[in-house]
C-alpha cells in the first residue's frame, strides 16, 4: 500500500513513536497523581514533551503548551474562550469545520475573508478588509487541508497585532510540515495535531497558548484539590482528567524526529514530492489538478478531479490498486466554495516525510490509466 | 539530614524550577508536597539540600522562577516555613 493521506493523519511514523507508546502502556502511570516511580516517569515524559514543543514552536514557556486529544478539542477550547454569541469573527475562506462548526454553534458573526486559491496577496487583502469592518476575533487555518494553500500567517498575524484583534491560528497540517513561530506570530492560540505532521499517536495534541484560555472540561488535576474551581494556571487549567500518557510518550518521539529532521528539510521534500505530483497529474487529459503556480505557497498536499469520474468512485478504484488517499469535501466545505469544488468534491493526496519519488512515479501512472480507462 | 522544599504552584512549575537548578549543577529533586505545606490540596515541590538555598535562590530569579514559598524540615519532622 501506498499512503497518501497524511493530511488525516500520518501512518508511517518513525519506529520510536510505537515503542515509547508500547513501552508506556506498562511503565508510566498518571502525571502528578502520585508520588511514586512510574508517576513521576510519566510526568517526566510529559514535561519532557512540553519543552520539546516549546523549542519546535519558540513557545518561551513549556507551561503554555496544554495537551489536547485532537486540533478539533484545542480550536473548541480557543474559539469558546474568545468568542461569544454575537461575537464578529474573521475566518479565512479555507477553514475546517473544526473552526466553523464551534462558530456557528456559539451563535458567532462570522466574516468570511474570501480569496482565490493560492493567491496570498488576496488573502491578506482579503483579511485587512474584512479586519477593518470591525471584528471581536480572527481564526485563521496555516494550511488548507483541502488544498495545500499556505495563507500568509505571519502578515495576517501582523494586521491582527496593528488592530489589537486577538487571532486564533488552526495548524492543522502545518505543524511539524511548515515552519510555524509561536512567539514571532503573537498568536492568542494555536492548535494542532499531535498525529499528523508531528507523527505522535492519534488522540493527541497540542494547544500553545498566549492568552487566558477557559477551560471546557473541569475535573481532577493533581494540584489546588480543597477547591472546587479550576486551577487559574497552565497547563492544569486545561488538563481536567487523566492524560493520555501512551500518546504523549509517543508525540515526545514524534517531536524529537522531526526536530532532528528540521522542519525546513521536511517541508522541502513534501512540497517537490507534491510538485512533481501536480505536474505529472497534469499530463492526464481528464485531470484538472490544483496546483499553485508558485511552489512555496503550496505544502504537501494535492487536490485533483478527473473529469467524467466521481470522486469518491476514483479514491474506491485507487484504494482497490493500493493507493490510500481521500475523497469528498474533506470536512472544509467553505474551502471548496472558494475553489469552486464543492459540488463535486476533490480527490486529494497528502505526503509526509516517509513518502518517495517512486512512490509518487507509481501513483502518477495510477491515475493515467485510471483516466486513459474513461475514453 | 536538613533540606529545603520549594513549594510550587503546579508539577509542571516544579518540573521548571527543578530543570533550572539541574542545568546550573544543583541536585533538585520534583515530589509531592508534605500534605501539611500543600496549600489548597495538593501540589509539588522542589527537595534542595541545606547548603544549595542561597544559589538556588539566585539561579531562580535569574531565570524568573522566584519561589513563593520555601519550607525548611525541622528537626521533629515538621516544616518551617523560611521567609525570604
Redo the contacts between chains.
Keep these: 500500500m501506498i499512503y497518501l493521506d497524511s493530511a488525516a493523519t500520518t501512518l508511517q511514523k518513525p519506529a520510536a513513536v510505537a515503542a515509547a507508546s508500547a513501552r508506556a502502556i506498562n511503565n508510566l502511570a498518571s502525571?502528578?497523581r502520585?508520588?511514586h516511580r512510574p508517576a513521576?516517569a510519566a510526568?517526566?515524559t510529559a514535561?519532557a514533551c512540553?519543552?520539546a514543543a516549546a523549542r519546535l514552536f519558540h513557545v518561551g514557556?513549556?507551561?503554555r503548551v496544554v495537551f489536547t486529544f485532537n486540533a478539533t478539542h484545542g480550536l473548541n477550547i480557543a474559539i469558546k474562550t474568545l468568542a461569544r454569541p454575537g461575537s464578529r469573527v474573521v475566518v479565512s475562506g479555507y477553514e475546517h469545520n473544526a473552526v466553523t462548526r464551534p462558530l456557528h454553534a456559539l451563535g458567532a458573526d462570522i466574516r468570511v475573508a474570501r480569496s482565490p486559491l493560492f493567491d496570498q496577496k488576496a488573502a491578506l487583502a482579503a483579511f485587512r478588509r474584512e479586519l477593518d469592518r470591525g471584528a471581536d476575533l480572527a481564526v485563521c487555518t496555516h494550511v488548507s487541508n483541502v488544498f495545500g494553500f499556505i495563507l500568509p500567517i505571519e502578515e495576517i498575524a501582523g494586521l491582527c497585532r496593528e488592530r489589537g484583534v486577538p487571532l486564533i491560528v488552526d495548524a492543522s497540517q502545518s505543524a511539524g510540515a511548515v515552519p510555524l513561530d509561536f512567539s514571532a506570530l503573537g498568536a492568542a492560540f494555536i492548535a494542532m495535531p499531535g498525529h499528523k505532521g508531528l507523527y505522535g499517536p492519534q488522540g493527541t495534541g497540542l494547544l500553545l497558548c498566549g492568552a487566558d484560555p477557559v477551560p471546557l472540561l473541569e475535573g481532577g488535576t493533581?494540584?489546588?484539590?480543597?477547591?472546587q474551581s479550576m486551577?487559574d494556571?497552565?497547563?492544569?487549567r486545561l488538563e481536567a482528567g487523566t492524560h493520555n500518557i501512551t500518546g504523549i510518550a509517543g508525540l515526545l518521539e514524534g517531536l524529537r524526529f522531526v526536530e532532528r529532521r528540521g522542519v525546513e528539510r521536511i517541508a522541502a521534500h513534501e512540497a517537490a514530492l507534491i510538485r512533481r505530483m501536480g505536474e505529472g497529474l497534469c499530463a492526464a487529459p481528464g485531470a484538472e489538478v490544483f496546483l499553485s503556480g508558485e511552489p512555496s505557497v503550496q505544502a504537501g498536499v494535492l487536490s485533483f478531479r478527473l473529469r467524467g469520474r466521481d470522486c469518491e468512485e476514483a479514491g474506491e478504484l485507487l484504494g482497490e490498486q493500493g493507493f490510500a488517499l481521500r475523497a469528498g469535501l474533506h470536512c472544509a466545505p467553505l474551502a471548496h466554495e472558494s475553489a469552486d469544488t464543492l459540488e463535486t468534491g476533490t480527490l486529494r493526496a497528502s505526503v509526509s516525510a516517509f513518502n518517495t519519488g517512486r512512490e509518487i512515479e507509481k501513483f502518477i501512472h495510477a491515475v493515467w490509466e485510471l483516466d486513459a480507462a474513461k475514453y | 539530614m536538613l533540606y529545603y522544599l520549594i513549594v510550587c504552584?503546579?508539577?509542571?512549575?516544579a518540573?521548571?524550577t527543578a530543570?533550572a537548578l539541574e542545568r546550573a549543577g544543583i541536585t533538585a529533586r520534583?515530589?509531592?508536597s508534605p500534605k501539611s505545606i500543600a496549600?489548597?490540596?495538593?501540589?509539588?515541590s522542589v527537595k534542595i539540600s541545606q547548603r544549595n538555598l542561597p544559589d538556588s535562590l539566585r539561579i531562580l530569579q535569574r531565570v524568573g522562577l522566584t519561589p513563593k514559598r520555601v519550607y525548611i524540615t525541622a528537626g521533629d519532622g515538621s516544616y518551617q516555613e523560611v521567609a525570604l
Excluded at chain 1, 493533581?222 to 477547591?227: H, L
Excluded at chain 1, 494556571?233 to 492544569?236: K, Q, R
Design positions: 502525571p502528578g502520585g508520588g513521576m510526568a517526566d514535561f512540553r519543552e514557556d513549556p507551561e493533581g494540584s489546588e484539590s480543597k477547591r486551577p494556571f497552565l497547563p492544569d | 504552584r503546579s508539577l509542571t512549575y518540573q521548571r530543570a520534583v515530589l509531592r496549600g489548597e490540596g495538593c501540589s509539588h
